[in-house]
């Protein structure tokens, strides 16, 4: 089935996250024995695969459940157009959006799945982060033909401590992570509120900090404003890019009201095309 996106798309690069930090396997690269790529995740119990096709992307099996989770997972509700014609009145984001031509954003699906993600990546490399994803994958999460469904909430709930810190986590990051699983706030029904309200109900849990929470806003819920003006490699970005930038939280109202997507395209950016 066709999943149509706005051209310019880039499945390569647009899914390159999945890759370049080390293997993700509850969104895994897997390629054909004929040479095609494709992004495999677990829907509902069912494998499902989405490689490159004229005028977007094609998904199989398809059913409309699994449709809504493809359009998250690839960043189908980004304005890039809008965001495009902005970045023409900023000159570096106008280089990025020529040299990242046809990059959408992907998104995390299921909410439980992105903050026990960014539990992971606290105070920590991306690729340490990914190993820790995982085997934390490999371990409580389901297996289908090549990927492996993220670990359900009821799943990690009934786990220890220590089977979480054999997979890698920190005393505290195992902690963090199981009190996560069996607090009872509907982790579903912060999409309904706005990013203030996201925040200050997510940074009441232990271990979640307002990095966590702007991640959460910007990587799963995709909100136009989210900028996590706390993140080291953002702050880095922000500066290699525009100098010597003191208040990275306040520089972010240059890009309202695309904050998101100019953060994503900065990192995104520092890694593969840097300042000249």
């Known amino acids: 089935m066709l999943l149509s996106l706005p051209e310019p798309y880039d499945f390569a690069l647009s899914t390159e996250r999945f890759r370049v930090f080390g293997i993700d396997r509850a969104n895994l690269w897997h390629v054909t024995p004929e040479g095609r790529g494709g992004l495999h995740r677990v829907v509902a119990g069912r494998e499902i695969r989405i490689e490159a ?5 094609a998904v199989e099996p398809w059913t409309e459940g699994i449709g809504a989770v493809a359009r998250t997972l690839l960043g189908a509700s980004f304005d890039l157009a809008g965001f495009a014609a ?38 920590v490399s991306l690729q340490s982060a990914f190993a820790i994803r995982s085997r934390l994958i490999g371990r409580f999460g389901e297996s289908a033909e090549h990927a492996v469904a993220f670990p359900v909430r009821e799943r990690l709930a009934g786990a220890t401590e220590p089977e979480l810190v054999a997979v890698g986590f920190s005393g505290r990051k195992a902690e963090y992570t199981i009190a996560l699983a069996r607090d009872d706030l509907d982790l579903d ?18 271990g979640i900090g307002e990095w966590t929470a702007d991640w959460f806003l910007a990587r799963h819920l995709g909100r136009p404003h989210a900028w996590p003006a706390g993140d080291l490699v953002l702050r880095k970005a922000v500066r290699s890019f525009y100098g010597d930038v003191q208040d990275v939280r306040s520089f972010g109202a240059r890009f309202h ?5 100019a953060a994503h395209y900065l990192l995104t950016g520092l890694r593969t095309m840097p300042p000249r």
């Open 53 to 57: 096709a004229a005028g977007g992307v």
């Open 86 to 123: 902005f970045a023409r009145g900023d000159e570096v984001l106008a280089r990025l959006i020529r040299g990242l031509a046809g990059f959408r954003p992907p998104l995390a699906p299921d909410p439980f799945e992105a903050l026990v993600t960014s539990i992971t990546a606290q105070q």
């Open 189 to 206: 029904a912060l999409a309904a509120l706005p990013d203030d309200e996201v925040k200050a109900r997510l940074v009441a849990l232990r």
């Open 257 to 261: 009201p695309y904050e998101n997507l």
